[in-house]
Antibody, heavy 121, light 107 residues
Framework: EVQLVESGGGLVRPGGSLRLSCAGS????????MSWIRQAPGKGLEWVSGITGSGADTYYADSVEGRFTISRDNSKNTLYLQMNSLRAEDTALYFC??????????????WGQGSLVTVSS | DIQMTQSPSTLSASVGDRVTITCRAS??????LAWYQQKPGKAPKLLIY???TLQSGVPSRFSGSGSATEFTLTISSLQPDDFATYYC?????????FGQGTKVEIK
């Protein structure tokens, strides 16, 4: 059974940093691209960042480019999102999602339950 | 960037109704379109990809159609478990946007 479990969310002040993790199991982690997708309270879905299965290629939404860094450790079956210079508008539930391909097909067949990030003073 | 627009934003329907949700792209995305279902407090679930291909395990009452800029998600006979919010998403072009969502409510 495929499982994705996010951790690392919490309350942080504007300008602060946070690192999210997503542990994958039940599939060959290195064979699939992964993404982070967020959902602000009461709002829709926004793709944030993605990484290919090998980790060689990374992609970012304009809204987080230069502030967020996606990475993965295939030996630990874990995806990361380092978030710096956080802003109030980054407040959201952050989902990690498994892609259907090793490259960025951007079709997400499994999702975690999400990790809540709140940016507030 | 491509913009995705869903209609309606909210839909009230009864169990057994046939329900249709529309998704329009601001430019052609061929058939690179997916549909997701999200229930309150839960993660989204993939229903359909490539505009009309049903994801494994998804009931056959769900179907998708369309190409280029206009797409539909149809639920042939609405069931109690189907009351949720539905999102389309194009995956032809970065930044792979989602529509704003369509909430299906109990009438």
């Amino acid at each position: 059974e495929v499982q994705l479990v996010e951790s690392g969310g919490g309350l942080v002040r504007p300008g602060g940093s946070l690192r999210l993790s997503c542990a994958g199991s039940g599939f060959t982690f290195m064979k699939y691209a992964m993404s982070w997708i967020r959902q602000a309270p009461g709002k829709g879905l926004e793709w944030v960042s993605g990484i290919t299965g090998s980790g060689a290629d990374t992609y970012y939404a304009d809204s987080v480019e230069g502030r967020f860094t996606i990475s993965r450790d295939n030996s630990k079956n874990t995806l990361y999102l380092q978030m710096n210079s956080l802003r109030a508008e980054d407040t959201a539930l952050y989902f990690c999602a498994k892609d259907s391909s090793s490259t960025m097909a951007v079709v997400f067949d499994y999702w975690g339950q999400g990790s809540l990030v709140t940016v507030s003073s | 960037d491509i913009q995705m627009t869903q209609s309606p934003s909210t839909l009230s329907a009864s169990v057994g109704d046939r329900v249709t949700i529309t998704c329009r792209a601001s430019q052609s995305v061929s058939t690179w379109l997916a549909w997701y279902q999200q229930k309150p407090g839960k993660a989204p679930k993939l229903l359909i990809y490539k505009a009309s291909t049903l994801q494994s395990g998804v009931p056959s009452r769900f179907s998708g159609s369309g190409s280029a800029t206009e797409f539909t998600l149809t639920i042939s006979s609405l069931q109690p478990d189907d009351f949720a919010t539905y999102y389309c998403q194009e995956y032809q072009s970065y930044p792979w946007p989602f529509g704003q969502g369509t909430k299906v409510e109990i009438k």
